[in-house]
């Protein structure tokens, strides 16, 4: 039921609400306790530091000078006394009066001697003994004239540099082993002559057993015995040459003209050198006398 001004409200009915099932037992009424709020444990502490610093604490008294006086106006050093009253008064307080709100921290522990006297060196003292090195070392190199003889001014403001580590003094000219040959190349010229030596001898060898072997042979080829080839093994060997040729050559020429790939031209170079071969023995059998060994 909406209002006469047209709130958008329900007017609540005079009459008893009805009967529902939803409250026919009585339910306690749920008290909702707020949590408390959340207090930092370190709140305290922070409002203790607060007060100390309420009212300028920390700036000191107020300045005892007043404002100057109009009449003073523009009057000559009069602004630096004003000037020196108000920053004299922001140190009043000397150090025993301003308050410490955290406590002192403990003092620095004492100094211990290192390196303990009880530590067991055996009986060195190396840092005396590596100054007494330096010193000898810088003796003798002061003695010989080395950082005076290679060091050169090189300009007006008087700028040293030292030759040696500048590379400007030829320094491997005065070396004893200048202009002679290295130990590693003497060894290594002497591995190859011997390796050299050692092949040459291989290959000796390797000859002189070819020609004794040839020698065996040729006299194994005199005791054999030899019969003339028959006319008619002759024949039949012809006759069958010049077919394995006609073969050949009949292979070759259904080859393709131009020979791409690899395959193809291993075949044909196969069959050319086939047919050169059976052409080289029809020409032996035709022109000798062949005779075959028993």
Known sequence: MKGSRGSGREAKSPLPEEENIMNLLPRPSVVVRKPKRYVSRHHGRVVEEARGRDSHATLGKAAPAHPPSPTHYLKKGHRNQYTHALVSSKYALTTEDRPHICPKRPPLPTPVPYPPSERDRCGMNWIAGNVSRVEEAARARRSAGLLRKHVAVDDLGGHRQDRLSAGLHPRYVFKKNFGSVPSYLERRKKSLSAQKEEEERKER?????????????????????????????????????????????????????????????????????????????????QNHTLAVSE
Request: charged residues 45%; hydrophobic residues 30%.
């Open 205 to 285: 060898g390797n000859a002189r057993k070819e020609r004794e072997g040839k020698k065996e042979e040729g006299k194994k080829r005199e005791g054999e015995e030899y019969t003339l080839l028959p006319e008619e093994e002759k024949e039949e060997l012809l006759k069958g040459l010049h077919t394995n040729l006609k073969e050949a050559q009949r292979r070759l020429q259904s080859l393709p003209v131009v020979c791409e790939t690899l395959a193809s031209r291993a075949r044909r170079d196969q069959l050319e050198k086939r047919v050169m071969d059976l052409q080289r023995y029809i020409f032996l059998l």
